[in-house]
């Protein structure tokens, strides 16, 4: 088949094709819906799912949309998921109903695009969304889930009009491009509301604010668009009591509780993004059963990685995508909490981190230090990546312990493995290319 590239691609693997898309477009990031929008136009305006969950936040988003899908199969319902970045397998980013896409189904989604998209230039990013549309609205799915990527006003997801739009926490990143402050990035994570128009049926929707202390802007964005809202700590909430296996999913407006089991990750405000999910699913799906037996089920193998994902025992080493201030805290908590629940007093903590040049690394570390024995810095490759000799330069004006360099995550590794006594933790964090780079290195 020839394509608008003019290249004959009938026996490309997927490998080939993305090869292709990383040199097809001349901007790794290209905000704007101009273009995608038009190609997707071109496709037919396929749609995903009955029913449209699009998720937007600067943290715990990948965390919200497996939940999702975890609830959605245990309410007995067809759900699809597009998510990014991935770790290990680009098929990663397309699951539907618990099983990824097939290198094949992704190609003949790519071909599809590539014939309609012409003259037209697409990024790596808005490509991969084009297809999980597609591979998406092939399956008839109950339910489709869709991970904003960066910001959600001009992002490719925002294409679609969900049927219930969720926002997560809101918090300091990607300012290159979003703004130096919580108010303007949120109101850019607010453009994937839609206003409600009596006219127009499928303008209507609900809408789930992940954020305790939502900015300003956001609030006025929920407001102006007239639609349902609710928003975390002020119309649901949940309590745990003690070590119990269940959280209990409350009502300011209503005398309803329900039992939920707690989320199957480590960090406790993982619960907050599982009880988002639920009041966002409960929003569209009603009445939403859920067969507690099959959630448990759904819980053990939910597919999220690297987030405090443990892959070791002896000494226990943990892995995490934390890269921003906000997702510091979070770490700095659950390490807090480790070291008030340890019993071996003389624990350290080695810290293998590594980050993309265009992270605050100085705040991110300068949270986590004061938990951390030593720190092992990594170098990253790639036009954001960093040396480690660069990410000493930037983070040690905040720290009080040690560091040491290395030129990439396995050699930091291997060097931790050989210090860290069995009853010490070795946390590995910093980015998803980090988190990627200790699995493989774990595996082989």
């Given at each position: 088949?020839?394509?608008?590239?003019?290249?004959?691609?009938?026996?490309?693997?997927?490998?080939?094709?993305?090869?292709?898309?990383?040199?097809?477009?001349?901007?790794?990031?290209?905000?704007?819906?101009?273009?995608?929008?038009?190609?997707?136009?071109?496709?037919?305006?396929?749609?995903?799912?009955?029913?449209?969950?699009?998720?937007?936040?600067?943290?715990?988003?990948?965390?919200?949309?497996?939940?999702?899908?975890?609830?959605?199969?245990?309410?007995?319902?067809?759900?699809?998921?597009?998510?990014?970045?991935?770790?290990?397998?680009?098929?990663?980013?397309?699951?539907?109903?618990?099983?990824?896409?097939?290198?094949?189904?992704?190609?003949?989604?790519?071909?599809?695009?590539?014939?309609?998209?012409?003259?037209?230039?697409?990024?790596?990013?808005?490509?991969?969304?084009?297809?999980?549309?597609?591979?998406?609205?092939?399956?008839?799915?109950?339910?489709?889930?869709?991970?904003?990527?960066?910001?959600?006003?001009?992002?490719?997801?925002?294409?679609?009009?969900?049927?219930?739009?969720?926002?997560?926490?809101?918090?300091?990143?990607?300012?290159?491009?979003?703004?130096?402050?919580?108010?303007?990035?949120?109101?850019?994570?607010?453009?994937?509301?839609?206003?409600?128009?009596?006219?127009?049926?499928?303008?209507?929707?609900?809408?789930?604010?992940?954020?305790?202390?939502?900015?300003?802007?956001?609030?006025?964005?929920?407001?102006?668009?007239?639609?349902?809202?609710?928003?975390?700590?002020?119309?649901?909430?949940?309590?745990?009591?003690?070590?119990?296996?269940?959280?209990?999913?409350?009502?300011?407006?209503?005398?309803?509780?329900?039992?939920?089991?707690?989320?199957?990750?480590?960090?406790?405000?993982?619960?907050?993004?599982?009880?988002?999910?639920?009041?966002?699913?409960?929003?569209?799906?009603?009445?939403?059963?859920?067969?507690?037996?099959?959630?448990?089920?759904?819980?053990?193998?939910?597919?999220?990685?690297?987030?405090?994902?443990?892959?070791?025992?002896?000494?226990?080493?943990?892995?995490?995508?934390?890269?921003?201030?906000?997702?510091?805290?979070?770490?700095?908590?659950?390490?807090?909490?480790?070291?008030?629940?340890?019993?071996?007093?003389?624990?350290?903590?080695?810290?293998?981190?590594?980050?993309?040049?265009?992270?605050?690394?100085?705040?991110?570390?300068?949270?986590?230090?004061?938990?951390?024995?030593?720190?092992?810095?990594?170098?990253?490759?790639?036009?954001?990546?960093?040396?480690?000799?660069?990410?000493?330069k930037a983070i040690s004006p905040g720290l009080q312990q040690s560091q040491r360099q290395y030129e990439t995550v396995s050699l930091a590794l291997e060097v931790v493995r050989e210090l860290a006594a069995p009853h010490d933790l070795i946390l590995v964090f910093g980015s998803f290319l980090t988190v990627e780079q200790a699995i493989r290195y774990w595996n082989e």
């Amino acid at each position: 088949m020839q394509y608008s590239s003019g290249l004959n691609s009938d026996d490309w693997q997927l490998a080939d094709w993305l090869a292709y898309l990383e040199k097809l477009h001349p901007r790794e990031i290209d905000l704007g819906l101009e273009r995608v929008a038009e190609v997707y136009q071109r496709l037919g305006k396929p749609r995903p799912g009955k029913q449209i969950i699009s998720v937007a936040g600067t943290n715990g988003k990948g965390s919200v949309c497996a939940h999702l899908t975890a609830l959605a199969a245990a309410a007995g319902l067809s759900c699809g998921s597009y998510t990014s970045p991935h770790l290990l397998a680009y098929n990663e980013r397309f699951r539907i109903n618990g099983q990824l896409a097939t290198d094949i189904n992704i190609c003949l989604a790519f071909a599809q695009i590539e014939t309609a998209r012409a003259e037209i230039s697409l990024s790596y990013f808005e490509f991969s969304t084009l297809a999980g549309i597609l591979l998406m609205a092939e399956q008839d799915l109950d339910i489709a889930v869709f991970e904003v990527g960066l910001g959600g006003r001009l992002d490719a997801v925002n294409m679609l009009d969900a049927d219930c739009a969720i926002i997560t926490s809101i918090d300091l990143d990607h300012q290159q491009w979003l703004g130096n402050s919580r108010e303007l990035i949120a109101l850019e994570k607010a453009g994937i509301l839609r206003s409600f128009t009596a006219a127009v049926a499928h303008h209507r929707q609900s809408i789930v604010i992940g954020d305790r202390q939502p900015p300003d802007s956001l609030l006025r964005a929920v407001s102006e668009s007239r639609q349902s809202a609710a928003f975390l700590g002020r119309d649901f909430d949940w309590q745990q009591t003690n070590d119990s296996a269940e959280i209990t999913l409350s009502y300011s407006a209503s005398v309803e509780k329900i039992k939920l089991p707690r989320s199957p990750l480590p960090a406790p405000i993982q619960n907050d993004n599982l009880v988002v999910a639920f009041q966002a699913l409960d929003s569209i799906i009603t009445p939403l059963l859920l067969d507690p037996v099959k959630l448990l089920a759904e819980f053990k193998r939910m597919p999220l990685r690297g987030r405090l994902e443990k892959i070791a025992s002896q000494p226990d080493v943990f892995l995490d995508v934390a890269h921003n201030p906000a997702a510091a805290e979070v770490l700095a908590t659950w390490l807090k909490l480790r070291r008030a629940q340890q019993r071996v007093s003389r624990t350290k903590v080695w810290a293998v981190v590594a980050m993309l040049a265009d992270k605050d690394a100085l705040t991110v570390c300068k949270i986590i230090d004061p938990w951390v024995t030593s720190w092992h810095l990594a170098g990253l490759c790639g036009p954001r990546g960093q040396s480690a000799e660069e990410l000493q330069k930037a983070i040690s004006p905040g720290l009080q312990q040690s560091q040491r360099q290395y030129e990439t995550v396995s050699l930091a590794l291997e060097v931790v493995r050989e210090l860290a006594a069995p009853h010490d933790l070795i946390l590995v964090f910093g980015s998803f290319l980090t988190v990627e780079q200790a699995i493989r290195y774990w595996n082989e």
